[in-house]
């Protein structure tokens, strides 16, 4: 990665942020980023649900501080209603400054996301090319959040929607595949991270899907490529099963909690880049390609 900054923070210093973006959504995330900006696609991040900064700090650091629009309500904790998480403003723009973001160039909006427009964005911002939903995690407000993203996203950009898939917040979910169900936009589902889940238009998905299956680093995580539906989605999770022998049980506890080390050892022992199990296929190294 060519961002020091970013790949420093995904690496080492997000431990120092509280808050939740495990290794492999941030590994994720920043390969997106970057990759947007070598292939000319430019424009503003924006994330709902900042918290203290953990997955903003990626995002505001490929942006140079400029273009960011970060939504959260802080301490109005009366309309986090499914109580996920708990903003604090001070605290976000102590640590914005501490990675290097000016706080006064980044536009804050205390509402509800309810009550954001795409207007509200666009007028800012302009047009966006990453935005995260991790806010409000009940139906109503997981919905709105997405058809929002979909109105501001540029042609090429992209929309990460946390825990998606994850029991303890099944109203995420059922927000997912109704708007996917409903969309009158063509997004696509083209990766799913350790609790991430990645969209964008299906034009785009073959690139994308190219840009992460480049990168030796994801590999670790890769467990298949989903190919029933018309679109292919790559999938960068495993659940912990009952039935695993002691090996399965430790790389997995490697991997969550020491990836690096895991990441060593894989390649130590042959089994990730080019000699690796993962399958990319040729519309993917297509994809690839471009992007040397
Ligand atoms: C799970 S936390 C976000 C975690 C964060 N992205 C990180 O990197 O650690 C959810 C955040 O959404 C905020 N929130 C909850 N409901 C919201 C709503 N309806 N509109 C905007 N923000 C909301 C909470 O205050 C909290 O900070």
């Known amino acids: 990665m060519t961002n020091k900054v970013l790949d420093e923070y995904i690496r080492v210093r997000k431990k120092e942020v509280d808050g939740w973006l495990a290794r492999c959504d941030g590994e994720i995330f920043a390969l997106l980023l970057e990759s947007q900006l070598e292939n000319g696609i430019n424009g503003a991040v924006v994330e709902i649900g900042v918290h203290h900064g953990k997955s903003f700090i990626p995002m505001a650091i490929s942006n140079n501080g400029r273009l960011c629009y970060a939504i959260d309500i802080f301490e ?31 536009f804050i909006d205390e509402r509800p996301s309810t009550d954001v427009t795409p207007d509200d964005i666009k007028r800012k911002v302009g047009r966006v090319r990453f935005f995260h ?35 303890e917040w099944p109203e995420v979910s059922m927000a997912l595949f109704s708007y996917l169900a ?6 696509v589902p083209f990766a799913i991270g350790y609790n991430k889940t990645y969209l964008c238009r299906r034009s785009f998905a073959t690139l994308y899907r190219g840009i992460l ?5 994801l590999q670790l995580y890769f467990s298949k490529k989903y190919e029933v539906s018309n679109e292919a989605i790559l999938v960068y999770q495993t659940y912990a099963l009952p039935e695993w022998g002691v090996r399965a049980k430790i ?5 969550i909690y020491h990836p690096d080390l895991a990441f060593s050892l894989k390649k ?20 690839v390609r471009k992007l040397e």
């Open 251 to 255: 790389s997995h506890y490697m991997k």
């Open 213 to 217: 299956t480049g990168s030796d680093f």
């Open 76 to 106: 109005n904790q009366a309309f986090n209603i499914d109580v996920s998480g708990r903003g604090d403003k001070d605290v976000f723009t102590r640590n914005l400054t501490k990675f290097g973001v000016d706080a006064n160039d980044v």
């Open 133 to 167: 939903i991790d806010g409000g995690h009940h139906f109503e407000a997981a919905l709105n959040d997405l058809r929002l993203a979909e109105a501001v996203v540029s042609d090429d950009g992209v929309i990460a929607i946390d825990d998606v898939f994850r029991p």
């Open 268 to 287: 130590f022992l042959g089994r990730v880049g080019n000699r690796g199990h993962v399958k990319v296929d040729a519309t993917d190294q297509e994809s």
């Open 182 to 187: 409903n969309k009158t936009q063509d997004f």
